[in-house]
């Protein structure tokens, strides 16, 4: 049964180019949710998505980020005009649509602006 | 989501239980205990959670007080590969409830 998927691992990008980190989650979940790490610091909670819908965008910036989980296909969230502050480690995780839903996480992929 | 308060950082001798403690006064009786760990430049791994009978599975074992004030996460045989940030997180058992990193506690356990 395979876990929460992402890629890339590692993403490189020059300032002002764009990100795009995807995320599957485990079979059968149909929630996914998105949390940022800067370096040396916690995990910050950004976007809860269902497919189609953002059910809680609370933690994203307010600029150049978005985020979607289509009815088909893997979430992803898009970082615009990438700036050096983006650099970070981003994790996905996941859920059943049930309470008692444990949440998963996936290994992260970690972006570096240069 | 209440509060909880942990310690920094703790200290394990490899094959000694490592005994995690957590506050969470503020928890309200719809809101579950939960555990994680993360490995450096690893992702959140679930261990564990709880509502107010003590749980167990193969990883680990959670303690929570009649009150359900404060828990004890126990690793009981504590391996170099234990070494972690643990986070004990209260969560609301509703559809889609998020979960809420604090700080944590950085355990080491040393040979």
């Known amino acids: 049964n395979a876990g929460v998927m992402q890629n890339p691992r590692h993403l490189v990008r020059r300032r002002g180019q764009e990100a795009r980190l995807r995320c599957s989650p485990m079979k059968g979940h ?8 800067l370096p040396e610091e916690g ?3 950004m976007v809860y998505l269902q497919k189609e819908n953002i059910i809680d965008e609370s933690g994203m910036p307010k600029e150049r980020f978005s985020a979607e989980f289509p009815k088909e296909g893997p979430s992803i969230l898009r970082i615009q005009q990438v700036v050096r502050g983006d650099s970070a480690a981003y994790f996905c995780a996941s859920s059943r649509d049930h309470s008692g839903n444990t ?3 996936g290994e992260g992929s970690w972006l570096t602006v240069v | 989501d209440a509060k909880t308060t942990q310690p920094t950082s703790m200290d394990c001798a490899e094959g000694r239980a490592a ?5 969470h006064s503020t928890i309200s009786g719809n809101e579950y205990v939960y555990w994680y760990r993360q490995i450096h430049s690893q992702g959140p791994q679930y261990i564990i959670h709880g509502l107010k009978n003590n749980e167990t599975n193969e990883m680990a074992s ?5 009150d359900r004030k404060s828990s004890t996460l126990i690793l009981p045989h504590a391996t170099l590969r234990d070494t972690a940030v643990y986070y004990c997180i209260v969560r609301e058992e509703t559809s889609g409830s998020r979960l809420t990193f604090g700080e944590g506690t950085q355990l080491t356990v040393n040979p």
């Open chain 1, 30 to 37: 149909s929630h996914v949710y998105w949390y940022r790490q």
């Open chain 2, 62 to 66: 959670l303690i929570i007080t009649e």
């Open chain 1, 103 to 105: 949440i998963y996480f």
């Open chain 1, 43 to 45: 995990l910050k909670f």
């Open chain 2, 19 to 23: 005994n995690l403690p957590c506050n």
